[in-house]
């Protein structure tokens, strides 16, 4: 039985059966960021499962394309793929167990013809249900149903999270030739291979968190999937996939190119099998929109790319030959995926490049790896530096898989960590260039000046999008290029742009630009010249050439947000004049997705009422939904309708004149919204000088203005339920409430100034007579300078006629203070020389008045040591 044939007896029969037939997905998964690839037919059907989407049907049946990662390395034997197609069967909320058996029993055993005494089945040791239906319903004998764990018989969601249950899988015996010969083998055998996984039947009844945790899901759903490459494999009695119809005509093609034959050799053998199943995946994954590239499923497609090239050397195949192999599944899979037909040549071309690009570099590095083996064998080492395998890759393009795998050859092992942190720091280098290729324009102003009179029509006016511009040039850092790869920096020139390049404060559009080969992120976009548009960005993906079409694709959401951010400048520039007045011209401005900045002349600041009449004036604005009209006309007659223009900047003869009726008319040559009312809540966020003469305001609209909103409306909801008041009420009880902190503040400096004083002075003993002069000299505890001084002064005031030294630790930091009374200046005491004596005891320095000095220091140990000197420089200035 042919594969076609399967494929069209396994739809009618569940079409038959109510279900609806379902086109394959992309293998570049929709909306699902978790996985790289669709590897299970159920990925299209998870929303669905999880009620997200409403399903087409209840009952549904697909043919489903599909690629596995894990697999990479292993492919080459013979039964590991990474391609291949899923039939299955799935119900949303309908039939469940029963049916799922039922009919995969039927048609293995009935439509397929396969004798039942080759199946057997295997279930969760948990699932009593299934257990008993295929021993009672189905007939089979306990010896071919087994009980199985969660390893065996639970299939998890296909990403972190998601859809689960347990399952039962059907198993085709191989016979007992194929066998280890054990009493206990069976289904899932770990000693052989002789019982083959053909079907398995997942019973979604569950939904797994990210904590691991397992909630039953509202409706319980089958999801079954069947390779179809293992049973035509059983139907067309073959003993490995790769003699089935679905890979045989691509192995003898490529034994034909390689004058050679399957079967030939084990190490022949095992080449064919890589290139068979690799040229299928390109093809498929290229006409999915995949092009090769360093990160993610980019890379993914490179590397096997780039492995079924190395495997065509080991063939003798020293010229492209890939590109004849994907004629080949084109015609073999063009009946069912006839997008294959579509994409034929950009796959061809895509193909082309990269076996072209990498057979430049594939022999020397052969060389270089093989070098490599030999320096380690004289060293008597096993393990390919870090360094050195990504040198292979990025002089060479070795992905760090194949040299893994000719390592493995070889007997030895590669430095992974020494590989990611050679990986890390080319990034930072990657990153460093970019900063450098965007600041380095002035070095490119030459190539700028050969492209100035390059025609470029820009129509983001009137749209965001273009599908067939054409790349007229590539300018690299220093030089113009014909193509850019995946990783390169690079300015692109189109003959028709959508995207807006920075000017008149407004900033350059964002976004991508794709070709049948390649796809450039757009991270900037400048006019270096009148009429020359320059798209700055990097190549993500693939290749880009001069000449090629491309669709060109500005990011709505960020241009939209400039839109609003720029026309509210105009309602701001009004605004003003109406508020502040005519004298408030603009002066600067910066119009960028998430705020607007306006520079305007005015010799004072916008008070708060008049900030509050600026938004009031714009957000009305906004309100009447005035519409946005843009007129080209003569600079002449633009002056005499009374259009303002910038003071300073230069106009050509014509110009664009925006006016929003009856409010605001400006020359301008920026992008703006249809009408006010999209511009959304305008909200002024400061207001400043920046130069002499010369205020600037900051504010935001739209998204952002919201954000700030909803953030203002949490915060006083908080304060409310905090405060026990409505929300009208916080202000006069935040005022109350921070006149009662004070107010205890206040209270609480005074109780701890009383209690310091009557700890100094609570014992007789602490005035003490030194040469006859009473003196306070003690360590205290006080908040802050003003509360030890406030205890200096009690003190002076106990001892009448005396000195009063203080100290304490503030913030950690030792403090001093003396105060001297009046009576006792004229003999020579004084507070300033006093505590200028003591403070480099505690490492710091201080001074004042006669009557009151202070000083602080750095060494809080030494507290102790300032106050007993205090006692001999009092000493000394009475001795004076």
Known sequence: ????????????????????????????????????????????????????????????????????????????????????????????????????????????????????????????????????????????????????GDEDNWWGPVGETGPDGPDSEIYYDLGAEIGCGRPDCGPACPHCARYLETWNLVFMEFFKERDGSQRPLPRRNIDTGMGLERISMILQGKSSVYETDLYLPLIERAAELAGTRYHESDKIDRSLRVIADHSRAVTFLVADGVLPGNEGRGYVLRRILRRAIRHGRLLGLEQAFLVQLVDVVVEMFSRQYPELVAAKDRISRVV??????????????????????????????????????????????????????????????????????????????SRAKATSFAGGSAERTALYAGLANQAVTFVGYETTDVDSASIVAIIGASELATMVEAGEHAELVLDTTPFYAESGGQVGDTGVILTATGVFQVEDTRRPAQQLIIHRGVVLEGFLET?????????????????????????????????????ARQA??????????????????????????????????????????TTVMEYADAMETGAMALFGEKYGDRVRVVSIPGFSKELCGGTHVRSTGDIGLFLITSESSVASGIRRIEATTGHQSLERALSFKAMSDQLARGLHVSSEQIVPAVVEQTERLRAAEREVEQLRVDLASSGATGSAHEIELIDGIKAIITRVEAPNRDALLKIGDRLRDQVGSGIVVLGTLLDGQPALVAM??????????????????????????????????????????????????????IHDLASG
Request: net charge negative; hydrophobic share 40%; proline share 4%.
């Open 588 to 629: 600067g401005s910066l119009v960028a997705p998430d705020r607007l900045r306006f520079d305007f002349t005015s010799m004072e600041a916008v008070d708060g009422s008049k900030i509050e009449a600026i938004e009031r004036i714009v957000n009305e604005q906004i309100l009447e939904n005035r519409p946005v009209e």
């Open 820 to 873: 001297v009374t009046k009576d006792l200046i004229p003999n020579g005491l004084d507070a300033g020389k006093l505590i200028r004596s003591i403070v480099p005891v505690i490492g710091g320095r201080g001074g004042g008045r006669s009557e009151l000095a202070q000083g602080g220091g750095t060494d809080a140990s030494k507290l102790d040591d300032a106050l007993v000197a205090a006692r001999s420089a």
């Open 352 to 429: 082309s490049h990269d076996e072209e690009r990498f057979g430049r570099t594939l022999s020397a590095g052969i060389s270089r790896f093989e070098t490599l083996v030999s320096e380690l064998r004289a060293r008597n080492e096993t393990t390919i530096a870090g360094t050195d395998a990504f040198r292979l890759y990025d002089t060479y393009g070795f992905p760090l898989e194949l040299t893994i795998e000719l390592a493995d050859d070889e007997a030895l092992s590669v430095d992974r960590g020494g590989f990611d942190s050679a990986m890390d720091a080319q990034r930072e280098q």
């Open 547 to 583: 000449g090629q079409t491309a669709a060109a694709h500005v990011d709505r959401t960020r241009r939209s947000d400039i839109r609003r951010n720029h026309t509210a400048t105009h309602l701001l520039h009004a605004a003003l004049h109406q508020v502040v007045g005519e004298h």
């Open 1 to 148: 039985m042919k594969s076609d044939d399967i494929r069209r007896a396994f739809t009618e029969f569940f079409v038959d059966r109510g279900h609806v037939a379902m086109p394959s997905s992309s293998l570049v998964p929709r909306n699902d960021p978790t996985v790289l690839l669709t590897s299970a037919g159920m990925q299209q059907m998870t929303p669905y499962f999880l009620g997200l989407e409403q399903a087409p049907a209840n009952r549904m049946t697909s043919i489903q394309k599909c690629f596995r990662t894990v697999d990479i390395d292993e492919v080459g034997d013979a039964s590991h793929l990474t391609f291949f197609e899923m039939l299955g069967n799935f119900s949303v909320g309908d039939y469940f167990k029963p049916e799922a058996i039922d009919w995969a029993w039927e048609f293995l055993t009935e439509v397929l013809g396969v004798p039942a005494e080759r199946w057997s089945v295997t279930v969760h040791d948990i699932d009593d249900f299934s257990h008993d239906y295929w021993r009672n319903s189905i007939g089979l004998p306990e010896d071919r149903v087994r009980r199985l």
